[in-house]
């Protein structure tokens, strides 16, 4: 039950920090947002860390495969390319495509069983399912 709670805080989050994020890049500019979201994230973490356990950060060298420690650039990725999407298509369209994209290519990490994740069947109610998802952004489109 918590995980479907923390799933959508997660999503609102997403939207509304979605929309702050675009209404600092028309004041400033994409990389001085960008920028400033990656900061307080940073400093966010720090102190959350601090406040908290503290592991040890050793721990990151011991990572392996490599390109798990890539999370910082693919959140640089994912904050250019929702401050674009949100400015372009606005905040309900934008979020739409954004959680389809987010449900084709978990799916598609499950069912191949990529960076590690226990691989999963196919399961034709799971790919109606999306198709239902994607005729539901047709239908909000128009």
Known sequence: MW???IALVSGALMSIQGVFNTEVTKQTSIWVSS???QLTAFLTCLVMWLCTGREQINGLGQVHPWYMLTGGLLGALITYTVIKSVGSLGPARSAL???IAQILVAYAIEVMGLFGVEKAGLEWKKVIGAAVAIAGIVIFRY
């Open 3 to 5: 995980g479907i709670v």
């Open 97 to 99: 495509l954004i959680v």
């Open 35 to 37: 920028g400033w979201v």
